[in-house]
Every structure is written in structure tokens, then in C-alpha cells.
């Protein structure tokens, strides 16, 4: 079997196809990933969402195995709660104690939430080639109060061509105050042709 790494994240066509994948890295994740990559993104998201003036209770969109949790509630952050549509990446979250809640959920179809429930959402890499794309917005918007603060990564390579910029122009009214932070998505610690990969994070409210 091969073992799961960026490339293959990038590949993936179907909702089926990401839980395998991330079924299969669940337990590998934060080592062969993230901590090997430098993989910046997770503090990154956190500290855009709490320098935004953010507050729980916040949901961590595509939250995987809990770094955005950890980084928020180091920020102080309280009331997170987690969806991911992998089960083994949440049992992994739920290890790292930060999570109020933590569900599956699935962004191209209809999360189990009430409207109007979070103040705040974040997400770091779900909004990428191979994922989510930004027709999920509006279920986010439905899950958000009036005034909830969004702090969420987008691949920067893809913000054009999938269709991401066209869809915040679309929004109008509905949301207020875009601001676009380019990052990098990875420290010098990842030498290889994903090293110079760059995200842009949106921050803006419901209106």
C-alpha cells in the first residue's frame, strides 16, 4: 500500500476517496506530515481568526487531527468544536483535549448543525485542489451567526482557478470586511516541490 502523503491528497476525486486517504494517515499524520513539513498553516489560521477579534464557539472545518484546536485554545480560545468527514482523523483530535464536540461531517453535502450556531469558523487546508471547493461556503454561512468571524486557508495556486475568488464576489451582502493574508504553508523544513507553497487566508464576518 502506498503511503498516504501531499501528492495523493491532492489527487483525491470523491468524498469516499478522502476518507480512505485520511483513514489511512490518521495515526501518521502529525509525524510524517505536519511536524516533518513544517506545516505552518494550523497556527497560521488560529492567530488570523484571535487577531480578528474572534470568539468561540468556534468550528474548526475539515479539523482532521486537531491542530487548529490546539492552536486556538493556546490562544485562548474557548468552546471548539470539530468536523471532519474522516472518523479515525477526529479520534485522533479527541486525544488532544480541546474539542468541545467533534462530528463527521461533510462539506459538499449538509452538516448536522442548527443554523445560526457558531460565532466563529476556521478551517486550515480543506479549501485546496483535491478537497473542498468554495461552493461549501454557503453551508458555512448558514451555520454562522450574524457577525461570526471566518478565518479560513485557501490554496493560493488555486484561489482563481477554483473558482474561490469568483465565489467571494458572489457573496456581496452576505458577508463583510474580506482581508486576504498570503502565508507560506510550510517552514524551510520541507525541501521538495511543494516547499515554496503559499495560502491565502480570508478573514471576514457574516453580515
Given at each position: ?14 468524498p469516499e ?106 478551517s486550515a ?83
Amino acid at each position: 500500500m502506498k503511503t498516504p502523503d501531499l501528492d495523493g491528497a491532492y489527487a483525491l476525486k470523491t468524498p469516499e476517496d478522502s476518507r480512505k486517504l485520511y483513514g489511512d494517515w490518521a495515526e501518521t499524520y502529525d509525524e510524517t506530515f505536519a511536524k516533518a513539513s513544517g506545516y505552518q498553516m494550523p497556527e497560521a489560521v488560529a492567530e488570523a481568526f484571535a487577531r480578528a477579534g474572534g470568539a468561540g464557539p468556534v468550528l474548526d472545518v475539515g479539523a482532521g487531527t486537531g491542530l487548529v484546536g490546539v492552536a486556538l485554545q493556546n490562544l485562548g480560545v474557548a468552546l471548539i468544536d470539530g468536523t471532519d468527514i474522516s472518523a479515525a482523523m477526529l479520534a485522533e483530535a479527541a486525544l488532544k483535549d480541546c474539542y468541545e464536540n467533534l462530528f463527521e461531517g461533510d462539506l459538499t453535502a449538509v452538516l448536522d448543525v442548527e443554523d445560526e450556531s457558531y460565532s466563529g469558523l476556521v478551517s486550515a487546508g480543506t479549501f485546496t485542489h483535491g478537497h473542498v471547493g468554495p461552493e461549501a461556503f454557503d453551508e458555512l454561512l448558514r451555520v454562522a451567526r450574524p457577525g461570526a468571524t471566518f478565518a479560513l486557508s485557501i490554496n493560493a495556486e488555486h484561489f482563481e482557478a477554483r473558482g474561490f475568488a469568483a465565489k467571494f464576489d458572489a457573496l456581496g451582502g452576505q458577508i463583510k470586511g474580506l482581508n486576504l493574508h498570503e502565508t507560506v504553508i510550510y517552514s524551510e523544513a520541507r525541501q521538495d516541490a511543494h516547499a515554496d507553497d503559499k495560502a491565502l487566508i480570508a478573514v471576514f464576518q457574516k453580515a
